[in-house]
């Protein structure tokens, strides 16, 4: 098997961060542990300077015309073929440098995730409605699937190869991570977790608020309960 750990980024309009978050991933120490980097910046057709600046970082871009994150990193999953895969946003709020972390417990578990519950938040990164509403639907999650994490709407996770290759994800917007989440419990995958630090969004902010947790919970049921499209 490849040696390849592969680091995907969606990105709509980031210029003021992505070169901050590709310069954060530790390629030297990842390397120095045998491993081969490659940053994949995932593009929704930005009309700043996104695209450019993660060219000029030495990133490969992919261009996903169809818009939403999870459209995105779909694209990006089905194309891919390395050993370990990474995802975090392109808003400089996660920091790959908890990216050694992450891989040492994706020796001892499949799935890895990021956890900003855990870890620790700067002042204002995740508003109060964001706060008690992840931790509720993180709540139901555990009830639903029978799993223990602690904290479902993280947007950095990371995966062992045989993951990736067993997942079937079919959701285009905001559900992404309830849909990673729903689909790695069923098929019996043990998930780690690594706290992390969650910082402040540079670059404009797409707030998602009430009416995506509802949303989102309502996936959940709907999913446990078979209601609407499989998984
Ligand atoms: N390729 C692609 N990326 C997207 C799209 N929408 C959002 N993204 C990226 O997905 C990541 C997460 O989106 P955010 O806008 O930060 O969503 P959020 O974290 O819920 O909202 P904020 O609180 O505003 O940060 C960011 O890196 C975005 O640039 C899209 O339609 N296509
Ligand atoms: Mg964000």
């Known amino acids: 098997m490849n040696n390849i750990i592969s680091i995907i980024i969606p990105t709509l309009n980031e210029e003021a961060s992505i070169g901050q978050v590709i310069d954060e991933v530790p390629v030297r120490a990842l390397e120095k542990s045998g491993y081969r980097v490659e940053i994949l910046v995932v593009d929704g057709l930005s009309t700043d300077h996104t695209v450019k600046i993660a060219q000029e970082k030495g990133a490969r871009v992919l261009v996903e015309t169809r818009r939403g994150k ?98 079937n994800l079919t959701s285009d917007g905001f559900q992404l991570e309830a849909e990673l989440l729903i689909q790695v419990a069923k098929k019996g995958y043990k998930i780690g977790e690594v706290p992390i630090l969650y910082r402040c969004r540079a670059g404009k902010a797409k707030l998602s608020g009430l009416k995506d947790g509802f949303k989102i919970g309502k996936f959940l049921f709907d999913k446990k309960f078979h209601k609407g499209t499989r998984s």
């Open 70 to 167: 999870a459209r995105a990193i779909r694209t990006a999953l089905e194309g891919d073929d390395s050993k370990f895969v990474f995802m975090l946003d392109g808003d400089y709020t996660y920091s790959a440098t908890s990216i050694p972390a992450m891989l040492q417990a994706l020796q001892k578990y499949p799935v890895v995730i990021g956890s900003r519950l855990k870890g620790k938040r700067e002042k204002g990164a995740l508003r109060t409605v964001n706060f008690i509403g992840n931790h509720l639907l993180t709540l139901i999650a555990n009830i639903l699937y029978g799993t223990r994490i602690s904290d479902l709407c993280t947007g950095f996770w990371g995966f062992r190869r045989e993951v990736i290759q067993n997942l």
